[in-house]
């Protein structure tokens, strides 16, 4: 008996241990227990705090003024007291009275809360532009202009399957991570343009007091200041599908000096990572790439093991658009299929990433050896857009 109670304590520690290392607050993101707006690292974050608690307490005034008059009126003129209600037609002073300080207190409201929104969508003069575009499930980033123009990537959930699926404990930054930052210097305004490549998302990242909706077809902007050097973390708030609780934004500001070694090392790994979309390819070269594009990018839908997900996602493994002709492949990962969640790729990937990942598809699994066409050339790709 005091073996099994040794054991049921440890057991107990153990999970108690393991609930207090989870249950913390998140740097650059949500904190335990947090009811109220983020404090924020920029001036519209803290004037949204600001207007918040104002709008606030003059809403609890107006409640305890109100409901404390009415009371007071029904406790001390009640009938039981000898009070007759008393008849009248108006009262101009009253009339007067219940028009005039409303519209006082609108004002009072309404200045502060326009000068703030008009501050808002004022993204004029920026001194660097990043134009965001949502997919499912991921944003892709791309810089417009300044030292680090040119540069483009894909940001992805980093969770890992395994905890996700609760076959390990959760980590830290449990679907808050991203396997890419979106990187910019402190102390500079950034004007982020936004779009969607598929269905309505929307770039918010509380800190710094901004969400704006990306719609696909449009451009929409918003701007951001960020006046203390760190790591800042937001999520897509517009419902945009079955995994809208996988495509988080992750924000890391530094300093001038680390931004530009950072723009300097995206330069050298863009240029030591660019593909020859003319090169042929070797069959073994396209699987090993494919695997790892089909990881990042493909597996969150069709699943690891190509099985998909009943009733939402087709099983790669044994379709017979993959083991058939790779035309009709192709032109499925390139422009998406109308009316179901396959999304178009050809803007998110070159045209080696895609030949790579279908490729991978005809060769993983039970696939491997049935389909008509093995191998997808890059060039077979360049012909299809």
Excluded at 357 to 362: E, G, K, L, Q
Aim: aromatic content about 10%; hydrophobic content about 45%; overall charge neutral.
């Amino acid at each position: 008996m005091k073996m099994w109670r040794g054991l049921l304590g440890a057991g107990a520690l153990l999970v108690g241990n393991m609930a207090f290392a989870q249950v913390r607050d998140m740097p650059g993101g949500p904190r335990v227990n947090q009811l109220n707006l983020h404090e924020g690292v920029t001036q519209i974050a803290r004037d949204a705090m600001w207007l918040h608690w104002m709008m606030l307490t003059i809403c609890i005034v107006i409640f305890i003024g109100v409901f404390g008059v009415m009371f007071y009126s029904i406790w001390a003129h009640r009938r039981s007291r000898g009070h007759k209600a008393a008849t009248f037609h108006e009262h101009l002073g009253v009339e007067v009275a219940w028009t005039v300080i409303p519209f006082i207190i609108v004002i009072a409201m309404a200045l502060p809360a326009t000068r703030t929104v008009v501050a808002m969508k004022d993204t004029s003069s920026p001194d660097l532009t990043v134009k965001v575009t949502g997919y499912q499930w991921k944003w892709g980033y791309e810089y417009l202009d300044g030292e680090a123009s040119g540069i483009k990537f894909l940001s992805t959930l980093s969770t890992p399957r395994a905890q996700i699926e609760n076959r390990e404990p959760k980590g830290e930054f449990y679907l808050m991570e991203v396997d890419n930052h979106m990187v910019v210097p402190v102390d500079k305004k950034v004007r982020v343009v936004l779009t969607a490549g598929d269905v309505i998302h929307s770039w918010m990242v509380p800190e710094f007091g901004v969400k704006q909706d990306a719609i696909p077809g449009f451009l929409r902007d918003t701007w951001f200041r960020a006046e203390k050097v760190g790591i800042y973390r937001g999520q897509c708030a517009e419902l945009c599908g079955k995994d809208h609780a996988f495509m988080p934004i992750v924000v890391e500001v530094k300093s001038q000096a680390d931004y530009d070694a950072w723009v300097a090392e995206q330069k050298k790994l863009m240029a030591a990572q660019a593909d020859d979309p003319n090169k042929e390819w070797t069959q073994a070269e396209l699987i090993a790439r494919g695997e790892k594009v089909f990881a990042s990018t493909c597996v969150a839908c069709h699943q690891a093991n190509g099985k998909g997900i009943p009733g939402s996602f087709p099983a790669l493994d044994g379709d017979p658009v993959v083991l058939g002709p790779k035309g009709a492949q192709i032109n499925t990962v390139l422009k998406g299929k109308p009316g179901t969640a396959m999304a178009a790729f050809g803007g998110q990937l070159n045209d080696v990433e895609i030949a790579a990942a279908i490729t991978y598809t005809r060769n993983a699994w039970s696939n491997a050896g049935k389909g008509q066409d093995p191998m997808v050339q890059p060039k077979d790709v360049a012909a299809a857009r």
